[in-house]
């Protein structure tokens, strides 16, 4: 003890814990909205921060999974927290599960709803190290075609659920490599550029239909996408060491995000990319 002066001991351990269960009150600002929630893949997955904070605000979920794989996972996840999930499969480069999925949702929700969230990314993994100038051609398409054009397909699919809703939220999860060239994340980097010009596009698309899109840049977290990465602690230590705040951020603090910015406390905010990140970005 006292022997951890630049607070990296305690920094490691507040960024590999795992929020178990909220300690925080949410406002019910969400009772009787219905919402689609992808990309939970496991308790650190972001999408499940954000999905928490979306069901202690009362709002009703369908949760995507990639694959019959990933299904107890989810099941698992959602125990003692939501009672009867409901879930259904969408790997998004497959139409027909884009067509199948969002035909249930509009089963169980009346033909309704009115928040989507877009939590997925993938890159091969061969794209994620040495440089970008290396990268092949059907890596590239894969990596676009998951991260980026999903979004697209996705707001689309629920464009007239929304307008039967009378409007709609949509959010992305984003990250600063879109802006800034940041190490190894090469492929993934120019991915999340085209998500976030993606995420103006569809803002100004859907706009005129009460359809808001923007996008959340999350610090990093330690989740499954962030596993097998090189150096992955190195860098969460680095980035709490360079942040305002000291700290890295929560899967719980970007899931407040997430609820304002699919609630209506946020309807003024469209084809926006906002920074939680402990303050990490703004640092020179
Ligand atoms: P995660 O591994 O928990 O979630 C990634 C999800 O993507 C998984 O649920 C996986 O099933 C899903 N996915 C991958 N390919 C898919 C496909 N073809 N179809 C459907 N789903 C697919 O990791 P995470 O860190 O929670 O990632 C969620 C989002 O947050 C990603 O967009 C990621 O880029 C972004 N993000 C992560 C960090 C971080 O440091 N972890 C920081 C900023 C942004
Ligand atoms: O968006 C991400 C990671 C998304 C991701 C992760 C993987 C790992 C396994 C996409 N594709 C894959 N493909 C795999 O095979 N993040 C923001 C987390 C992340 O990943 C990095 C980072 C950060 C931060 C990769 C290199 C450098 C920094």
């Known amino acids: 003890m006292g022997s951890d002066p630049s607070g990296m001991i305690k920094s490691l351990i507040m960024t590999t814990e795992i929020q178990e269960k909220s300690t925080m009150e949410y406002p019910k600002i969400l009772v009787g909205k219905k919402a689609l929630v992808s990309g939970v893949a496991n308790k650190r997955s972001i999408a499940w921060g954000i999905a928490q904070a979306l069901h202690a605000a009362g709002a009703d979920i369908i949760f995507t999974y990639q694959g019959e794989r990933l299904k107890p996972e989810l099941e698992k996840v959602c125990e003692g927290v939501i009672d009867n999930p409901k879930m259904v499969e969408l790997d998004v480069t497959n139409d027909d599960q884009l067509d199948a999925a969002f035909d249930t949702v509009a089963k169980e929700f009346d033909g309704k709803l009115d928040m989507m969230v877009h939590c997925l990314a993938f890159a091969p993994k061969e794209t994620l190290q040495g440089g970008y ?152």
């Open 133 to 284: 100038v290396d990268t092949q051609r059907a890596h590239y398409a894969m990596a676009q075609d998951i991260s980026s054009y999903s979004l697209a397909a996705m707001s689309r699919k629920a464009r007239p659920l929304m307008q039967k809703a009378g409007g709609g939220s949509i959010i992305t999860l984003t990250y600063l490599g879109a802006e800034k060239v940041i190490q190894n994340y090469n492929m993934m980097g120019i991915a999340k550029a085209a998500l976030e010009a993606g995420t103006r596009y569809l803002a100004s698309d859907l706009g005129p239909d009460n359809i808001r899109v923007n996008a959340i840049s999350a610090g990093p977290v330690k989740t499954l996408a962030g596993r097998g990465i090189a150096d992955f602690t190195t860098m969460l230590n680095h980035h709490a060491e360079k942040s305002c705040l000291k700290r890295n951020v929560t899967t719980e603090e970007i899931g407040g995000t997430a609820l304002f910015l699919l609630s209506p406390l946020s309807g003024g905010i469209t084809g926006e990319v906002l920074h939680v990140d402990c303050g990490y970005s703004i640092k020179g």
